[in-house]
C-alpha cells in the first residue's frame, strides 16, 4: 500500500429496542453489549416500536462515544505515522423506517421521535471527524434482537419455573396437611 492510501478502521453497532422497554447494542469491535430497561410503550401506540428502536439507536451512539473517541485519538496517532485512516461508525438496525428517517430519505412525524432525532443528531455533531454510516439489517443477524431474545426467553423461563415451584409446593402443602405423620395427629401402632 503506498503511503499515501486511505485505509478504513470502522467500528459497527447493532441496535434493537422491544415495546415492552428494552433496547440493547452490540459492538462488534470490541464484543460488548448493553441491555437497558426503559418505560415500556404504551399497548397499541401507533409509534411505540419505532420509538424504541430510535431510542436504542442513541444509547447504542452514546455508551459507545468513549471507545469511538479513543478510536479516533489512535486514528490521529498514525495519521501522523503517514497513514490515512477514516473511521467509520456503522449504526446498523432491523428498522428500516428508522434507519430511513436517520439518512433523511423518510419524514419523522411523531413529535417525541423528533426529539429524539434531535438527541441523536447532537451527539452525531459531536463525531463530525467521522464518517457515521446507518444500514438497515435483517431481523435475525442483528446481534443485539438476538441479545433481546435471548433476555426474554430467560424471562419467560423464570417466570415459568416460578409457576411450577409455586404450584409444586402449594400440592406439596395440601399432601402434608393431610399426613397422618404431623404432630396433633393420633397415631396408633397395631401388632398383631
Not at 478510536?71 to 438496525?93: D, F, G, P, T, Y
Not at 404450584?167 to 406439596?172: D, E, I, L, R
Amino acid at each position: 500500500m503506498s503511503s499515501y492510501g486511505l485505509r478504513l478502521l470502522s467500528i459497527t453497532i447493532d441496535a434493537d429496542g422491544s415495546p415492552s422497554g428494552y433496547i440493547a447494542w452490540y459492538n462488534h469491535s470490541t464484543e460488548t453489549g448493553k441491555i437497558r430497561v426503559l418505560r415500556p410503550s404504551t399497548k397499541n401506540d401507533k409509534y411505540g416500536v419505532q420509538r424504541m428502536e430510535m431510542l436504542a439507536i442513541y444509547f447504542a451512539l452514546a455508551d459507545n462515544q468513549w471507545q469511538i473517541k479513543r478510536m479516533a485519538s489512535n486514528q490521529r496517532k498514525k495519521q501522523q505515522q503517514q497513514q490515512q485512516l477514516q473511521l467509520v461508525i456503522n449504526i446498523r438496525s432491523d428498522s428500516k423506517t428508522s434507519v430511513e428517517q436517520l439518512q433523511g430519505i423518510s419524514e419523522v412525524r411523531d413529535s417525541l421521535m423528533q426529539r429524539i432525532c434531535a438527541a441523536i443528531k447532537k451527539l452525531l455533531e459531536k463525531m463530525m471527524s467521522f464518517m457515521i454510516i446507518f444500514n438497515h439489517l435483517d431481523r435475525t443477524r442483528n446481534i443485539a434482537g438476538l441479545l433481546l431474545e435471548q433476555r426474554r426467553r430467560k424471562e419467560e423461563e423464570k417466570f415459568l419455573m416460578h409457576q411450577y415451584q409455586k404450584q409444586y409446593y402449594c400440592c406439596s402443602i395440601d399432601g402434608l396437611l393431610g399426613d397422618p405423620l404431623l404432630p396433633g395427629h393420633n397415631y396408633s401402632l397395631t401388632t398383631a
